[in-house]
């Protein structure tokens, strides 16, 4: 009788890092990254304690920041802006001569090489601070959608590469789509935040960008988190719609759903790894409680193992500098 085989010994591929990088199986670098800048109109920055990469900044100085960045490395941009004044209709969302498309102007100028996104909502421009136009206390999906098509043509106008609607508003796709068309913009790239949660984990961005609703709470437009096959349709319908990418979001939370994305979509998948993913890591390393550096490459390799082919993160600018050798 045969001796049978031996078992197999996993662990001699683990033996030197050099064995261990021949047969990795996800891999990324600061090329795969976006990073999130804040813009605003008014005079003030603004800076959140302790989490530098939610600092607001003036057109200036944000140009200045993503010119650092992109000289370390970062080759993607993703602006919000902050208005002078708010207003129930986000008047300043599709201001041409608002935060983002001045930022975005003088970006295209002094940076040719970034490319430059632009997320589309009103949360951050409406006086009561959600993502669309009211009808009593109601969100109005399809009063907001003209206005999401106007901030996304004016974005596209002063030259952004990319426009990401995020206000969870049924065919705003679609609607951007038209727009642009209409605006003689079809070369516009749309990458839809298609599954985006009702999450607890954009708390520091709200703090950010001065968004959070000032009454009741955004469940009534964005996804519940305990939903992954409506997610699938969201990111199918988006698709039909005409989206050139699709988001997920938040990040971490969301693996499974990135997994199964990946098998049933082919368009490039982008994952965000939000301001509460962010503010979760910085917080536990400066109490010591982990390495931040290896807790960020550890969360970003899942994001990617997971499916994701660009991931939008506050830690971009950090990871491009550790990983690139600080040059482009
Ligand atoms: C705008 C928008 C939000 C985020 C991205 N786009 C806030 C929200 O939905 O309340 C959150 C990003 C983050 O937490 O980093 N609608």
Same mark, same amino acid.
């Given at each position: 009788?045969?001796?049978?085989?031996?078992?197999?010994?996993?662990?001699?591929?683990?033996?030197?890092?050099?064995?261990?990088?021949?047969?990795?199986?996800?891999?990324?670098?600061?090329?795969?990254?976006?990073?999130?800048?804040? $813009?605003?109109? *008014?005079?003030?920055?603004?800076?959140?304690?302790? %989490? +530098?990469? &939610?600092? =607001?900044?003036? /057109?200036?100085?944000?140009?200045?920041?993503?010119?650092?960045?992109?000289?370390?490395?970062?080759?993607?941009?993703?602006?919000?802006?902050?208005?002078?004044?708010?207003?129930?209709?986000?008047?300043?969302?599709?201001?041409?001569?608002?935060?983002?498309?001045?930022?975005?102007?003088?970006?295209?100028?002094?940076?040719?090489?970034?490319?430059?996104?632009?997320?589309?909502?009103?949360?951050?421009?409406?006086?009561?601070?959600?993502?669309? $136009?009211?009808? *009593?206390?109601?969100?109005?999906?399809?009063?907001? %959608? +003209?206005? &999401?098509? =106007?901030?996304? /043509?004016?974005?596209?106008?002063?030259?952004?590469?990319?426009?990401?609607?995020?206000?969870?508003?049924?065919?705003?796709?679609?609607?951007?789509?038209?727009?642009?068309?209409?605006?003689?913009?079809?070369?516009?790239?749309?990458?839809?935040?298609?599954?985006?949660?009702?999450?607890?984990?954009?708390?520091?961005?709200?703090?950010?960008?001065?968004?959070?609703?000032?009454?009741?709470?955004?469940?009534?437009?964005?996804?519940?988190?305990?939903?992954?096959?409506?997610?699938?349709?969201?990111?199918?319908?988006?698709?039909?719609?005409?989206?050139?990418?699709?988001?997920?979001?938040?990040?971490?939370?969301?693996?499974?759903?990135?997994?199964?994305?990946?098998?049933?979509?082919?368009?490039?998948?982008?994952?965000?790894?939000?301001?509460?993913?962010?503010?979760?890591?910085?917080?536990?390393?400066?109490?010591?409680?982990?390495?931040?550096?290896?807790?960020?490459?550890?969360?970003?390799?899942?994001?990617?193992?997971?499916?994701?082919?660009?991931?939008?993160?506050?830690?971009?600018?950090?990871?491009?500098?550790?990983?690139?050798?600080?040059?482009?």
């Amino acid at each position: 009788m045969a001796t049978p085989p031996l078992p197999a010994r996993p662990r001699r591929w683990r033996r030197t890092s050099e064995l261990r990088e021949l047969v990795s199986e996800t891999r990324w670098s600061h090329e795969n990254l976006v990073l999130p800048l804040f $813009v605003t109109a *008014g005079r003030t920055a603004l800076d959140v304690q302790g %989490l +530098p990469a &939610l600092s =607001r900044t003036r /057109v200036e100085e944000t140009v200045r920041s993503a010119q650092e960045a992109h000289d370390l490395g970062v080759r993607a941009v993703l602006l919000f802006g902050i208005p002078a004044r708010k207003d129930a209709r986000g008047t300043g969302a599709y201001d041409p001569k608002g935060p983002v498309p001045s930022a975005i102007r003088r970006l295209k100028e002094s940076v040719p090489g970034l490319v430059v996104m632009a997320d589309v909502c009103l949360c951050e421009y409406t006086d009561h601070g959600h993502c669309g $136009v009211l009808v *009593g206390d109601h969100v109005d999906n399809d009063r907001s %959608l +003209p206005l &999401l098509g =106007r901030a996304a /043509v004016a974005y596209a106008e002063a030259g952004a590469d990319v426009v990401a609607p995020s206000a969870m508003m049924d065919h705003q796709v679609r609607a951007l789509r038209e727009a642009l068309e209409a605006a003689g913009r079809p070369e516009t790239l749309v990458l839809s935040y298609a599954a985006k949660f009702a999450s607890s984990f954009y708390g520091p961005f709200r703090e950010a960008a001065g968004s959070a609703p000032s009454f009741g709470d955004r469940r009534g437009y964005q996804m519940d988190p305990r939903n992954a096959r409506e997610a699938m349709r969201e990111l199918a319908l988006d698709e039909e719609e005409g989206a050139d990418a699709l988001m997920v979001k938040p990040a971490l939370p969301c693996l499974d759903l990135l997994a199964e994305a990946r098998r049933r979509f082919e368009l490039p998948l982008a994952a965000y790894q939000v301001s509460g993913e962010y503010a979760m890591i910085k917080a536990a390393a400066r109490e010591g409680w982990l390495e931040e550096a290896k807790a960020v490459d550890e969360t970003l390799s899942a994001i990617r193992r997971a499916g994701a082919d660009l991931l939008v993160s506050y830690f971009a600018r950090e990871v491009a500098e550790r990983r690139s050798g600080g040059g482009a």
